[in-house]
C-alpha cells in the first residue's frame, strides 16, 4: 500500500491528530486515512496513521495471522491466529515459506493469499512503530504526571502567597479556581490544599513568634486572629504546650512582669518575706568527689550520689526538698550559676556540695521551676528554650569533666542578613565558626542596636530589635560575651549561640 500523503498543519473540519510514535510530531490527517501508512514529514520514518491522541491504540497496530499447513493424513490444516510476533519468527525459521497461504484481518481484510504477496516490512513496521509508541505513551505519562506536580505546587505557593493577607479575597479566590481548571485540578483538592496551606501557615508563624524563646502578648494576638481568619482551629501538642508556657513565663520575667502562683501549702516555715517562687516534684542528687566508685559516674571521680525524691521548692531565699523520709535545702547566695538540661537542672554552688535536681524537661512543671530558677539566680534575662543536652553523659571517660558547658546560654536569630552581601558572607560560615557580636551605641534607629560581623569583619546583620533591647545592657555591663554559628534555620537565616 502506497504512503498517505501528510500535511503536518492540515486544519480541515473532522481531521484527528495523530503524534508521531517516534518523535511526537503532531500530524492532522482525514478519516479516510486512518490505518494506512504514511511518511511522518520530520522523522521520516513510516508510520501508520491512529488517533493516538488518546487511549491505547495496540490493536490499530497489531496484526493477527492464520496459515495453513499440508499433512500427509490430515490434508490442509488451518493454524491460527498467532500474532505478528510469532509470525515473523516463523517466517524466519522458514515454518512458513512462498506457496503457504496466510490471511490477517489487519492486514489482508481476512483473505487467503499466498505469502509470496506479503509485504512483511509492513509487518515489521508495525510491530516496530507498536513498541515506539508504549515508550511514547509511557514519556506522555511521565511529562503529563510532572505537569501535574508542577501546577500544584504553583497553586499551593499561588494559596500560601493569598493566604499572607490573614485570608483569601473573592479576587484570589477567582484566580485560584480559573487556574485549577485550566489544570485540571478538581474543587475537592482546591479545598484541601487551602486548609492544608492555612494549617502549615499558622504553624509557621506559631515556630517563628517561638523561634526566640519569648511569647510576647503581640505575637499571641497575632498568631490567635490569623487562626481565627483561616479558619484553622489551634491544636498543640504536649511539647508544644510546654513550649508556650517556658516562652510567655520568658516575657515575664525578662518584663518584670513575673507573679508567682498562689502556693499549696508548704512544709516548712517562711522566713520574713519570703516567698515561694515555685515548686515542682524532682530527685535531690549531690555531686561528691570521691575516690572509690558510688552512685551515677559524671567523669574522673565525680558522681552523682542521690539524696531522695519529693518536692522541691523554689523561694526567693532557698530551695528547699521535702522527701517522704529526707529534707535538705540550700541558701539561694550560694548559687554562682544554674542551668537547665534535657534531664534536670544544675544549681553549681559556690559554697558546699553542688545539686542535680532529676527531671524531664519536656514537663511543664519542672520546666517553668528551671527557668525561673536560673533568672532568679543570675538576675539576667532568660529564653523559654527546651535544652538539648543531657547532664549525666552517656559515654563517661576517666578525664571527662563532671560538666559540659559547651551550649549556648541563649541563641538569636540575626535579622537584615539578606540585605546587601551579608547572606552570602553567611553561607561561607559553617556551625561551630566564631563571629562577634559589636555594640553600636550611636546608631540613629535603635540605641540598644546589636551587629552581627565575622572574624573578617564582615556584617552579617542584627540582633532583633526586641531582644537587642535586653541583651545590650548585660553587654554594657562589661559581660564577657563570645559568640558563634549556632545553626541555619529552615528558612536559611543565621542562629549565633551567644556563651557568657
Not at 160 to 173: K, Y
Not at 301 to 313: M, P, R, T
Request: with cysteine; aromatic share 8%.
Amino acid at each position: 500500500m502506497p504512503d498517505a500523503q501528510i500535511r503536518s498543519n492540515m486544519m480541515n473540519d473532522g481531521t484527528t491528530v495523530f503524534h508521531c510514535s517516534f518523535c511526537e510530531k503532531p500530524i492532522r490527517f482525514r478519516p479516510d486515512q486512518q490505518g494506512q501508512r504514511g511518511r511522518c514529514p520530520s522523522c521520516k520514518r513510516s508510520v501508520v496513521l491512529v488517533p493516538n491522541g488518546r487511549g491505547d491504540v495496540e490493536e490499530f497496530l497489531s496484526s493477527t495471522w492464520f496459515y495453513q499447513r499440508t499433512r500427509i493424513l490430515r490434508g490442509r490444516e488451518e493454524i491460527g491466529p498467532i500474532p505478528d510476533t510469532e509470525f515473523l519468527e516463523m517466517v524466519q525459521k522458514e515454518h512458513i515459506t512462498v506457496g503457504d497461504p496466510v490471511k490477517s484481518p489487519q492486514m489482508t481484510k481476512g483473505q487467503w493469499v499466498d505469502f509470496s504477496r506479503i509485504n512483511l516490512q509492513s509487518v515489521s513496521d508495525r510491530i516496530e512503530q507498536r513498541l515506539a509508541e508504549r515508550k511514547r505513551r509511557e514519556a506522555v505519562e511521565l511529562r503529563r504526571v510532572k505537569v501535574g506536580q508542577e501546577n500544584r505546587q504553583k497553586l499551593k505557593r499561588g494559596i500560601r502567597s493569598a493566604l499572607q493577607g490573614g485570608g483569601l479575597s473573592s479576587r484570589h479566590r477567582q484566580a485560584i479556581e480559573k487556574f485549577a481548571i485550566e489544570a485540571g485540578i478538581a474543587e475537592s483538592e482546591i479545598q484541601e490544599t487551602i486548609a492544608v496551606e492555612s494549617r502549615g501557615l499558622v504553624r509557621e508563624v506559631f515556630e517563628e513568634a517561638l523561634q526566640d524563646g519569648i511569647l510576647e502578648p503581640s505575637e499571641e494576638q497575632r498568631l490567635s486572629q490569623l487562626a481565627v481568619s483561616l479558619g484553622v482551629e489551634l491544636k498543640f501538642s504536649h511539647d508544644d504546650r510546654t513550649r508556650i508556657a517556658m516562652s510567655q513565663l520568658a516575657y515575664a520575667l525578662n518584663c518584670r512582669e513575673f507573679r508567682p502562683e498562689e502556693a499549696t501549702e508548704v512544709p516548712f516555715k517562711l522566713k520574713n518575706n519570703e516567698q515561694v517562687l515555685a515548686e515542682c516534684s524532682a530527685k535531690w542528687f549531690e555531686i561528691a568527689d570521691l575516690k572509690r566508685p558510688s552512685g551515677i559516674p559524671l567523669g574522673g571521680d565525680y558522681y552523682l550520689k542521690e539524696f531522695a525524691d519529693g518536692d522541691v521548692f523554689l523561694t526567693n531565699k532557698q530551695v528547699s526538698m521535702v522527701g517522704e523520709l529526707r529534707s535538705k535545702k540550700f541558701p539561694l547566695a550560694s548559687v554562682s550559676q544554674v542551668r537547665r538540661y534535657a534531664d534536670g537542672i544544675h544549681f553549681n554552688r559556690s559554697s558546699g556540695k553542688s545539686v542535680f535536681l532529676q527531671g524531664d524537661m519536656r514537663d511543664k512543671e519542672i520546666a517553668c521551676f528551671a527557668l525561673i530558677a536560673e533568672h532568679f539566680c543570675s538576675g539576667e534575662p532568660v529564653l523559654g528554650f527546651h535544652p538539648t543536652t543531657t547532664f549525666v553523659p552517656q559515654d563517661v571517660e576517666s578525664d571527662t569533666k563532671p560538666v559540659a558547658n559547651d551550649y549556648p546560654r541563649y541563641t538569636f536569630r540575626v535579622v537584615g542578613d539578606f540585605v546587601g552581601n551579608r547572606e552570602s558572607h553567611a553561607r561561607r560560615l559553617q556551625e561551630g565558626d566564631p563571629v562577634m557580636l559589636v555594640r553600636e551605641r550611636n546608631n540613629v534607629h535603635d540605641e540598644n542596636a546589636v551587629a552581627v560581623y565575622n572574624l573578617d569583619r564582615q556584617q552579617l546583620g542584627y540582633l532583633k530589635r526586641e531582644v537587642a533591647a535586653w541583651f545590650a545592657p548585660i553587654m554594657d555591663r562589661g559581660k564577657d560575651v563570645r559568640a558563634n554559628v549556632h545553626c541555619f534555620n529552615s528558612h536559611g537565616s543565621l542562629i549565633v549561640g551567644v556563651f557568657l
